[in-house]
């Protein structure tokens, strides 16, 4: 096949050189993106007159008739040997509409083409992961708002500290994906601007009017400078950083439900959709939904340190290294997309072994703090509460019992202002009763926290 650039050379390309060099096998991906671009193209061009109206219309029309073929067939596309996605389009569009398919890359340089590409792909992703988050928090919410009362062990160090409720434990995973979904729309937004027209890297010798171009593709604006508008890749970077936080997240939510769900803790079940069994045992039902969405986050996290690392040190303008930009992006996007698709499937079929999680939530001194909390409502100073506690926390365990457990006789003899009511005040109920404050795990305020992220999802749906 022809090159787009070989007019100065002779011979043919070395097979390496073309193995490390083609990028059609994967940039494919921009098939739809390109398109796009160049549409946008022919009617800047024939905005400032460099070619008419029929030849816009000409090339229009073939460009539309390119993407239809490329979509019908990738494989196809990707085993006619051009060189890049760029090279398949005008070269089945030259085959198309003859002549005409010559001018369309007047005035433009394939760097602020796959810079344009890759800007519109990474708003789309983007698009798509968000409407993603919306659909794994609205299912972590339908759990929560199902379990807003249901005692739950909350730990620090993996050690139980005290109790809260599964549906503030819901909650606190919603959050970060909040997070997350405030991210990606900030990165955006920072990818919303168009290089086109800045051409090789000095901008393009034609009068193209650049804001309309960029607002015919949908940009909020044009880029500010040509040479960093070829070589800028931080909304890639932008992109992977917001999908690797959220891998995080994604991957500290299977270690949670992992741990819950083993035979050692039994608070959780999951459906026989998303576990698997055992070549060897037949007993077993692993989480292996839950560890893949764990071990999933190395190869997106992998995929953003390779994008920084292949940024570092390039010099202005563009360089050949920023063909590395597109396999770490498709593959974290494609992997972070099954992801999250996968969420509601593990919440559909979760079920909260309620007993077991409630005896749980008390046992093992959780109810410390609350203890301390009741001396201090009756006039001790905080650390000399703290320090009680813990003497009959001491006693409790030498005689293998819970606090509750202890007669008020030997309450009273580490604090003899103790009275009855201080076993009302070691209740899970209680407890948690009084974690009426913003944020808090009281159900009360649990429902409170369901409310409003409902109507945050709400608002986002209504604007998509």
Not at 60 to 74: A, I, Q, S, Y
Not at 105 to 120: E, I, K, Y
């Amino acid at each position: 096949m022809a090159t787009l650039w070989g007019g100065r050379f002779e011979g043919s390309r070395a097979e390496l050189f073309r193995a490390i060099n083609d990028s059609l096998p994967f940039d494919v991906e921009l098939l739809e993106q390109d398109v796009r671009g160049s549409i946008a193209w022919a009617n800047a061009l024939a905005r400032a007159e460099v070619i008419s109206s029929t030849e816009r219309d000409t090339l229009v029309n073939g460009l539309k008739e390119v993407l239809d073929e490329g979509t019908r067939d990738r494989s196809a596309v990707v085993a006619s040997g051009e060189e890049d996605i760029h090279s398949w389009v005008e070269a089945k569009l030259t085959s198309k509409v003859g002549e005409a398919g010559k001018k369309l890359h007047t005035g433009r340089s394939r760097n602020d083409q796959v810079a344009t590409d890759l800007r519109l792909w990474v708003r789309d992703a983007i698009a798509a992961r968000v409407d993603e988050l919306v659909s794994a928090q609205r299912s972590i919410l339908d759990v929560a708002e199902r379990e807003v009362s249901s005692p739950f062990p909350a730990y620090t160090h993996l050690q139980r500290a005290q109790p809260v409720t599964f549906g503030h434990w819901c909650m606190a995973h919603v959050e970060a994906l909040t997070r997350d979904a405030q991210r990606f729309l900030d990165a955006a937004e920072r990818a919303n601007e168009c290089p086109l027209g800045s051409a090789a890297l000095a901008g393009t010798a034609y009068p193209i009017d650049r804001d309309a171009l960029a607002k015919d593709l949908g940009f909020a604006r044009p880029t500010a400078n040509s040479l960093d508008a070829v070589s800028d890749r931080d909304f890639v970077v932008d992109a992977l950083s917001a999908a690797a936080l959220c891998a995080v997240h994604l991957s500290r939510l299977a270690e949670d439900l992992i741990i819950y769900t083993s035979a050692e803790f039994g608070y959780v079940g999951l459906s026989d959709a998303v576990t698997s069994g055992s070549s060897l045992m037949p007993q077993k039902k692993n989480p292996d939904a839950l560890e893949l969405l764990r071990g999933k986050c190395g190869r997106i996290v992998g995929a953003h340190t390779a994008m920084l690392t292949t940024l570092k040190g390039l010099p202005l303008a563009y360089n050949k290294d920023l063909q590395e930009d597109k396999e770490p992006l498709f593959d974290a996007m494609l992997h972070l997309s099954i992801c999250l698709r996968l969420v509601p499937e593990i919440f559909k079929g979760l079920q909260l072994r309620r007993e077991r999680a409630a005896a749980a939530s008390i046992a093992g001194y959780a109810n410390a703090t609350e203890l301390a909390d009741h001396l201090v409502r009756q006039g001790m100073p905080f650390r000399d509460a703290h320090h009680v506690v813990g003497r009959l926390v001491r006693l409790a365990i030498d005689d293998g019992v819970e606090l509750q457990g202890l007669s008020l006789e030997q309450l009273r003899s580490v604090a003899p202002s103790i009275d009855e009511r201080v076993y009302e005040a070691l209740t899970v109920e209680a407890a948690l009763a009084r974690r009426d404050v913003l944020g808090g795990a009281s159900p009360r305020r649990v429902r409170e926290a369901i409310e409003n992220a409902k109507s945050r999802l709400s608002t986002h749906e209504r604007r998509s």
